[in-house]
């Protein structure tokens, strides 16, 4: 069973970063393409970046402000967020597919999410 735990959340102002951290068991990464998404009050779960072989892909809305990167050794997946603004705030959830998608319905592992919240 896939097992993802994100960790990083909080409270940051206009402007400001945070590194989410995202947990994975060892099979995972063999096996599923690693991707971040969010959530916010009111709205529907929406991709912000993925991580496959074939490289890295981002929401139009994130790209050039956040970085998604991956560490095998440790088997954690992150997401640095720089300049970050008010829309930016939701539950972001790291989740795991085996196919290369922006689809949330085809992520059939997921995190149980962490809350981020930018202050303006």
């Known amino acids: 069973q896939v097992q993802l735990v994100e960790s990083g959340g909080g409270l940051v102002q206009a402007g400001g970063s945070l590194r989410l951290s995202c947990a994975a068991s060892?099979?995972?990464?063999?096996?599923?393409?690693l991707a971040w998404f969010r959530q916010a009050p009111g709205k529907e779960r929406e991709f912000v970046a993925r991580?496959?072989?074939?490289?890295?892909v981002y929401a139009d809305s994130v790209k050039g402000r956040f970085t998604i990167s991956r560490d095998d050794a440790k088997n954690m997946v992150y997401l640095q967020m720089n300049n970050l603004n008010a829309e930016d705030t939701a539950v972001y959830y790291c989740?795991?597919?085996?196919?290369?998608?922006?689809?949330?319905?085809?992520?059939?592992?997921w995190g149980q999410g962490t809350q981020v919240t930018v202050s303006s």
């Open positions: 060892e099979r995972t990464f063999s096996r599923n393409i």
């Open positions: 989740a795991a597919s085996t196919t290369i998608t922006r689809n949330v319905r085809e992520y059939d592992s």
């Open positions: 991580w496959s072989g074939f490289g890295t």
